[in-house]
T-cell receptor, first 111, second 116 residues
């Protein structure tokens, strides 16, 4: 079955860049998502990328996709304390709405 | 728009008790989902629904039942609660179409359930 893997924890200093990595196994993945979960809240979509794209940039966020290696990364530039949260990588194939989530990476930003 | 709401926010049950968690969405979404989130396990899909009157099993359906009598509501029931069902439960909804945003899921704030 589909599998999405992420590291559990990342710690960075405020102002540095954060890079959260994810690998997935489903070669039919069409959409790859990054969700953010703040403490005590539900998940919220941060950004997404189509599988036919290599990169997507949205303000401080950069998503890189290496389709050959099935590797996805989320880079947050100038990381702020408000970026402290759990970040979930997720994937879904085209035409089928089952989304597979990773375990989540907890980002800790040190002031 | 309230988005996705969940009732209640917190609940403590004794083993063997039953309860129903209510999820409501006002976005006219076709698809609705129930997940549970446990430390170190990420999100696991319990049941989902692709439209009013339909339900389907997810990854961890045992011990739970669901109903989708109205398009905007998705109920999750625990008939006989067990300590292993202590978790945070999230409801989500989506359009069910692979449009420009893929099939973005919109999540509720969660229900924290403890079974003693």
């Amino acid at each position: 079955g589909e599998d999405v893997e992420q590291s559990l924890f990342l710690s960075v200093r405020e102002g540095d860049s954060s890079v959260i990595n994810c690998t997935y196994t489903d070669s039919s993945s069409t959409y790859l998502y990054w969700y953010k979960q703040e403490p005590g809240a539900g998940l919220q979509l941060l950004t997404y990328i189509f599988s036919n794209m290599d990169m997507k940039q949205d303000q401080r966020l950069t998503v890189l996709l290496n389709k050959k290696d099935k590797h996805l990364s989320l880079r947050i530039a100038d990381t702020q304390t408000g970026d402290s949260a759990i970040y979930f990588c997720a994937e879904s194939p085209w035409g089928y709405q089952k989304v597979t989530f990773g375990i989540g990476t907890k980002l800790q930003v040190i002031p | 728009n309230a988005g996705v709401t969940q009732t209640p926010k917190f609940r403590v049950l004794k083993t063997g008790q039953s309860m129903t968690l209510l999820c409501a969405q006002d976005m006219n979404h076709e698809y609705m989902y129930w997940y549970r989130q446990d430390p170190g396990m990420g999100l696991r899909l319990i049941h989902y629904s692709v439209g009013e009157g339909t339900t389907a099993k997810g990854e961890v359906p045992d011990g739970y039942n669901v109903s989708r009598l109205k398009k905007q509501n998705f109920l999750l029931g625990l008939e006989s609660a067990a300590p292993s069902q202590t978790s945070v439960y999230f409801c989500a909804s989506s359009t069910g179409t692979s449009g420009a945003n893929g099939d973005t899921q919109y999540f509720g704030p969660g229900t924290r359930l403890t079974v003693l």
